[in-house]
């Protein structure tokens, strides 16, 4: 049984962090479209969820986490728009680097690892309740 805890475990935390994951993306495409308040301000930058593995002490199961969203490097979008309020000296406005393609793309990657832990969960309940089953019929 300590095999199955075990699982159980793992996807416990496979689901925790894909769930934390999508909240990053959610937050992401949700500012994909703001600009800064002026010409010195930056837009919002996208932000990129990083994973670590922890030791669970009790089991000796290593697990998944999300430990932090780092801010993605790569450059603000321009746009000619010398009427914004956010334009430069040149007229050109800074908007953030989210690509909602990708980010859409990388929600459903989280959705589909997220299932796939439900999926190891529940396949793992109904080993465990056969098993105890198999156990009562002897």
Known sequence: MTDMSSALKIAA???RAQSARMRVIAENVANAGSTATGPDGQPYRRKVPIFTEELDRATGTRL???SKAMPDPSKFRSVYDP?????????????????????MMDMREAQRTFEANISVIENSRAMMSRTLELLRSR
């Open 83 to 103: 009427g914004h309020p956010a334009a430069d000296a040149k007229g050109f406005v800074k908007y953030p680097n989210v690509n909602s393609m990708i980010e």
């Open 64 to 66: 998944v986490r999300m």
């Open 13 to 15: 935390a496979g689901m």
